[in-house]
């Protein structure tokens, strides 16, 4: 696999040498403090964009492979604590760990597993009435699980970590940075105890979805 700068943004040629332009640019960055850590908050897009994926960025020692979280945006949980789900615990319990020992997290605005917050919320009304997370994304007319991991690759490409420790309990995000060259040296588990609101959500995402739990 080869990477090359095209005018600022990444020419990806894979084994078969069929290329991929991604457009992804990095727009800006500022010192972040947050209590008990100091990130450095970058903002990846294109110009002009107002919702930009974000890298928090806290420093390293460069001795060990970096920590890194890929998260998806999760208003309901990340913002307002919904317990719905596990996602505002898991963006929690990883800012803790990345702020602790080093490395990034990238945020990726791809809400309702990239169905978007309006649909997101149609699908809870249908889960409300009987159907699972997979069978009320279905039932709307979308995949399952529509997000796609490439551009966190290009933004790790970008800052230049190209093997990383991966926060995740989510097997489709190791396969992904894989494939689009990042190494992941070891896979770590983020370990968030279900309560009675997302025991089933849980369930579906180990038993449906493969994930780690």
Not at 39 to 55: Q, V
Request: net charge negative; with cysteine.
């Amino acid at each position: 696999m080869k990477f090359f700068n095209v005018n600022g943004s990444f020419l990806f040629l894979s084994a078969a040498s069929s290329p991929y332009l991604y457009s992804v640019k990095k727009l800006v960055e500022a010192r972040l403090p947050v209590p008990n850590a100091q990130f450095t908050m970058i903002a990846f897009g294109e110009e002009g964009d107002l919702h930009p994926h974000i890298a928090l960025m806290a420093s390293t020692d460069g001795t060990a492979a970096p920590l890194v979280r890929v998260h998806s945006e999760c208003m309901t949980g990340d913002v307002f604590g919904s317990t719905r789900c596990d996602c505002g615990q898991q963006l929690d319990l990883s800012l803790s760990q990345i702020g602790a020992e080093g490395g990034c997290l990238i945020y990726l605005r791809q809400e309702g597993r990239g169905i978007g917050l309006v649909e997101k919320l149609k699908a809870y009304n249908l889960q409300d009435e009987g159907m699972d997370t997979i069978e009320a994304n279905e039932a709307l007319g979308h995949q399952a699980d529509a997000r796609s991991f490439d551009v966190a690759a290009e933004i790790l490409r970008s800052l230049g970590m190209l093997e990383v420790r991966l926060l995740t309990n989510n097997p489709q995000k190791v396969k992904e940075l894989e494939e689009n060259g990042i190494r992941v040296e070891k896979r770590e588990p983020v370990v968030i105890a279900p309560v009675k609101e997302n025991e089933a959500y849980l369930a579906v995402k180990k038993a449906a979805m493969g994930h780690w739990l």
